[in-house]
């Protein structure tokens, strides 16, 4: 099974299609690129110049080509999500999946420790009002009552507890 059969093609632009079909020409030359997509030369000039669209079974061929590392090195964070059905149309987020991923990375240290400082970096001061820690409503006064509280405390002391 290839690392290209779970995405869903519709996803990658037209952008990222030029991108990938212009690296698999820079990498394993025009020709060998023209065989394995099927085209005549006029074709694979159209395809090089913009002027004829990569379609999916171009595409399909030229991903067979290049390992899962370059692609993602051509196509942008939110453009694989979105590639691959994690990341919708209207910009949701498949939570299932999403949770899933969540659940993987409690076995995976370095991944657990990944998210957990993205956590603290992006979500500080939510985490605080989760946990109950925040003291941004908390209000310090000096009181009459504390004081005598303190002078009553201080009187009852014996040597003993001073040392």
């Known amino acids: 099974?290839?690392?290209?059969?779970?995405?869903?093609?519709?996803?990658?632009?037209?952008?990222?299609?030029?991108?990938?079909?212009?690296?698999?020409?820079?990498?394993?030359?025009?020709?060998?690129?023209?065989?394995?997509?099927?085209?005549?030369?006029?074709?694979?000039?159209?395809?090089?110049?913009?002027?004829?669209?990569?379609?999916?079974?171009?595409?399909?061929?030229?991903?067979?080509?290049?390992?899962?590392?370059?692609?993602?090195?051509?196509?942008?964070?939110?453009d694989r999500l979105r590639a691959l059905g994690i990341l919708r149309e209207d910009g949701t987020v498949d939570y299932g999946l999403a949770l899933e991923i969540l659940a993987v990375a409690r076995d995976d240290e370095y991944l657990k420790n990944a998210i957990l400082r993205f956590v603290m970096q992006e979500f500080r001061e939510d985490l605080k009002k989760m946990l109950g820690v925040s003291f941004a409503g908390v209000v310090l006064r000096w009181e009459e009552g504390f004081e005598a509280f303190l002078r009553e405390r201080k009187k009852r002391r014996s040597y003993k507890q001073y040392c």
Do not use: C, H, P
Not at 40 to 67: E, P
């Open 1 to 78: 099974m290839e690392w290209y059969s779970s995405l869903d093609f519709s996803k990658v632009s037209d952008e990222d299609r030029f991108r990938i079909l212009e690296y698999a020409v820079s990498k394993f030359g025009r020709m060998k690129v023209q065989e394995l997509l099927g085209v005549s030369r006029v074709t694979m000039w159209r395809l090089l110049n913009r002027q004829a669209k990569v379609d999916d079974d171009k595409l399909r061929a030229l991903l067979s080509l290049i390992t899962q590392r370059e692609f993602e090195t051509f196509i942008s964070a939110r």
